[in-house]
């Protein structure tokens, strides 16, 4: 494949993604609600689902990595390969994101919903380590096999990430997913913007979709 790719690219599955942790958002449920806020996101030792209509990002770059966590039962360090997407804004249409956790009383499931009015959430500097996603995609002016931490990206590699300069990754002016099914281990972003939002604690097992089977 030659690595210069330009023009409009439509690839049915695609490791791109959006969203903070369910559990973080949670904790600052209110103040997402009432505008703007810096967040930055995990949930340790466990990957959340999100769901999304759609999501127009700018200036994408996309590289491989690892999120670390603690494992739940046994508090052991753990590396789960992801792939890092970055961009320089992301809006997000018609967001779920859950988190399914196992009590001594049965499951719950904590549930976001946002931008489900009309008017999409909006991130400023969004990264996400994601391990799964699916969605309809299509990018514009996309570069693949460039180096990562290339002078020329306009979006630079998650702060605080070590990378191999001989790595590679890839870049695009702008990316449009639709039909989003994802699940990420954290996101970090300067601002996110969450229209309308609701927050949920449920009963049993209510994630935003069900895998395939």
């Avoid at 792939?83 to 001594?104: D, H, K, W, Y």
Wanted: include cysteine.
């Amino acid at each position: 494949m030659n690595s210069q790719v330009r023009g409009g690219t439509r690839w049915k599955r695609f490791a791109l993604v959006m969203v903070p942790s369910v559990a973080a958002a949670a904790a600052v449920g209110v103040g997402l609600a009432q505008g703007a806020l810096a967040a930055s996101f995990s949930v340790s030792g466990q990957d959340f689902k999100v769901s999304a209509d759609r999501l127009k990002g700018d200036n994408l770059i996309q590289y491989g990595g690892f999120a670390k966590g603690n494992d739940l039962k046994t508090g052991e360090v753990k590396h789960h390969p992801v792939t890092i997407s970055g961009f320089s804004r992301a809006e997000i249409t018609n967001m779920c994101q859950s988190l399914v956790t196992p009590t001594p009383f049965g499951n719950i499931t904590l549930q976001l919903r946002t931008g489900h009015k009309g008017t999409p959430a909006v991130a400023e500097n969004i990264y996400l380590d994601v391990a799964e996603l699916d969605a309809d995609a299509h990018f514009k002016d996309l570069d693949i096999g460039v180096a990562v931490g290339d002078g020329s990206h306009v979006t630079k590699p998650q702060p605080g990430t070590v990378t191999n300069k001989y790595a590679f990754s890839q870049r695009a002016k702008e990316a449009t997913l639709t039909k989003v099914r994802q699940k990420a281990w954290a996101t970090t972003a300067g601002t996110f913007t969450l229209p309308d939002l609701k927050l949920r604690l449920m009963g049993g097992d209510q994630p935003c979709y069900q895998d395939e089977k």
